[in-house]
T-cell receptor, first 114, second 113 residues
Framework: NAGVTQTPKFQVLKTGQSMTLQCAQDMNHNSMYWYRQDPGMGLRLIYY???????DKGEVPNGYNVSRLNKREFSLRLESAAPSQTSVYFC?????????????FGDGTRLSIL | KQEVTQIPAALSVPEGENLVLNCSFTDSAIYNLQWFRQDPGKGLTSLLLIQSSQREQTSGRLNASLDKSSGRSTLYIAASQPGDSATYLC????????????FGKGTKLTVNP
């Protein structure tokens, strides 16, 4: 019963470094999402993928890129990390973004940019 | 732009008490509203999802209601237990736009033995 798996769980980067956060789901869901959670700001949508082969911007996409590698995997890339990107990143999935179904979340990646 | 507000931000109650958490949203054009639980250092666990056409959903000691016209939802927890201590988040699945799921900032619940 893995659900949504995120790697790594923790990471410290220096300003300007690049990194890819990995996410995989084993529920055969069509839609996947990346959020960031910051104190006092709540969760905000960065990017989402309605289905394999498609990606769209969310509320806060600047500084990030995503890849929907296949139906299971959705990665988030920081090309040149900035201290403002220090946050907890959550990946989520749902059966289909067009259907009213619950989203299932991973345990998060805690990222610090020095 | 959809905005979701949760009141109170924090709540402390003695074990056994019944309690209500509140969520309000500004745009009634939603597909559904979802309540989540988040434990410290963990991800979100979905508790209840209410479709826009529904008035309430129940799961065990939890009951969530939705009044779409007034932009309000409540999560009722009966006979609270220390294991219920967590942050509770409400989120609305908004129709259209790029913000598919808009979250409130949560209510941190502490149930004291």
């Amino acid at each position: 019963n893995a659900g949504v798996t995120q790697t790594p769980k923790f990471q410290v980067l220096k300003t300007g470094q690049s990194m890819t956060l990995q996410c995989a789901q084993d529920m055969n869901h069509n839609s996947m999402y990346w959020y960031r959670q910051d104190p006092g700001m709540g969760l905000r949508l960065i990017y989402y993928s309605a289905s394999e082969g498609t990606t769209d911007k969310g509320e806060v996409p600047n500084g990030y890129n995503v890849s929907r590698l296949n139906k299971r995997e959705f990665s988030l890339r920081l090309e040149s990390a900035a201290p403002s990107q220090t946050s907890v990143y959550f990946c989520a999935s749902s059966e289909d973004i067009r259907e009213s179904q619950p989203q299932h979340f991973g345990d998060g990646t805690r990222l610090s940019i020095l | 732009k959809q905005e979701v507000t949760q009141i109170p931000a924090a709540l402390s109650v003695p074990e056994g008490e019944n309690l209500v958490l509140n969520c309000s949203f500004t745009d009634s054009a939603i597909y559904n509203l979802q309540w989540f639980r988040q434990d410290p250092g963990k991800g979100l666990t979905s508790l209840l999802l209410i479709q826009s056409s529904q008035r309430e959903q129940t799961s065990g000691r939890l009951n969530a209601s939705l009044d779409k016209s007034s932009g309000r939802s409540t999560l009722y927890i009966a006979a609270s237990q220390p294991g219920d201590s967590a942050t509770y988040l409400c989120a609305v699945h908004t129709q259209g736009g790029s913000e598919k799921l808009v979250f409130g900032k949560g209510t941190k619940l502490t149930v004291n033995p």
